[in-house]
Each structure stands twice: as structure tokens, then as C-alpha cells.
């Protein structure tokens, strides 16, 4: 009985993230789960978050492009002196082999001078620049707007 029970669990957990899982390939890059959180009405800025597995030679993020912003920024939130800090950053190494990941307090994707809300539920376009591997475009998916991370399993 216990069995199936867990059985029943692993089944609805699957489906779950199945629904919400979305990845994009460029090359030997592997881009999992672009999102963001949805914006109050007024919010002029919000972050945008994804991992990137790099199965290739070491690459470089340069940059991101979408048309929700006026300008898009790479950062780094960062603790300095006892302040979490965010800067802007040139780009954000993939070294060979590694595992990557634009998250809340870390590196992640400023979306500046927004120019509609972001709405929970929706996608919107954003475009990745890489020094080597090119470009590719991806779909950021909005989650709520106290989300901390893209899935809710993880
Ligand atoms: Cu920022």
C-alpha cells in the first residue's frame, strides 16, 4: 500500500514540472527555465532568471535582448562590506563543463524602464548573446510575484 501511494506521488510530481519545465538548446549550451516574477503595476524593473549548462568549451553570456524593457542589463548581487550590492557585469563566464545559474542574489538578467507590467502566467521573448556559441532566442515564463525560484519542486 505504501508503495503505490508513493507510486501516486512521483507521478503527480512529474506532471507538475513536466507542465512548467521549458529548456532551449544552442549548440552545447542547455538554457533550463528562463523566468521572472510578475510586477506591480508601475514596477519599472524586474529581474530575469535561467540556468545554463554548458557541455561545450568555456563561453561567455554577453548579453541579453528583449523588447518588455527599454534596457536590458547583465547583474551581480553581491554582499560587500555586510550590503548586498548589485552591479552591472560585462558578461558571465561558462567555463567548460559547468553549470551556471542567474538566480535571486546572484547573477541575473535587469530588465530596466519596463515598458508594460509583467503578468503571472505569461511569456515574453528575451534574446541570449553568447561570445562563441550565438544567439538563440527563449521564452521567459512569469511566475508569481514572491516566487524564489523557477521550479516549484526544485
Ligand atoms: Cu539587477
Redesign the pocket.
Known amino acids: 500500500m505504501k508503495k503505490v501511494l508513493l507510486g501516486w506521488a512521483g507521478a503527480l510530481l512529474m506532471c507538475s514540472s513536466l507542465a512548467i519545465a521549458h529548456d532551449f538548446t544552442l549548440g552545447k549550451l542547455k538554457i533550463d527555465h528562463p523566468w521572472s516574477r510578475a510586477t506591480a503595476p508601475g514596477a519599472k ?1 524586474a ?1 530575469a532568471f535561467l540556468q545554463i549548462r554548458n557541455g561545450g568549451d568555456a563561453d561567455e553570456l554577453l548579453r541579453a535582448e528583449s523588447d518588455v524593457a527599454a534596457r536590458v ?1 547583465l ?1 551581480e ?1 553581491k554582499m560587500a562590506d555586510g550590503v548586498m550590492q ?1 552591479k552591472a557585469v560585462k558578461g558571465v563566464a561558462l567555463p567548460a563543463g559547468a553549470e551556471v545559474k542567474l538566480a535571486p542574489g546572484g547573477y ?1 538578467v ?1 530588465l530596466i524602464d519596463l515598458k508594460r507590467p509583467l503578468k503571472e502566467g505569461e511569456t515574453f521573448p528575451m534574446t541570449l548573446v553568447f561570445a562563441k556559441s550565438g544567439t538563440v532566442r527563449v521564452d521567459v515564463q512569469i511566475e508569481a510575484m514572491g516566487a524564489k525560484e523557477g521550479h516549484a519542486g526544485h
Open positions: 524593473v529581474g542589463e547583474h548581487m548589485m541575473h535587469m
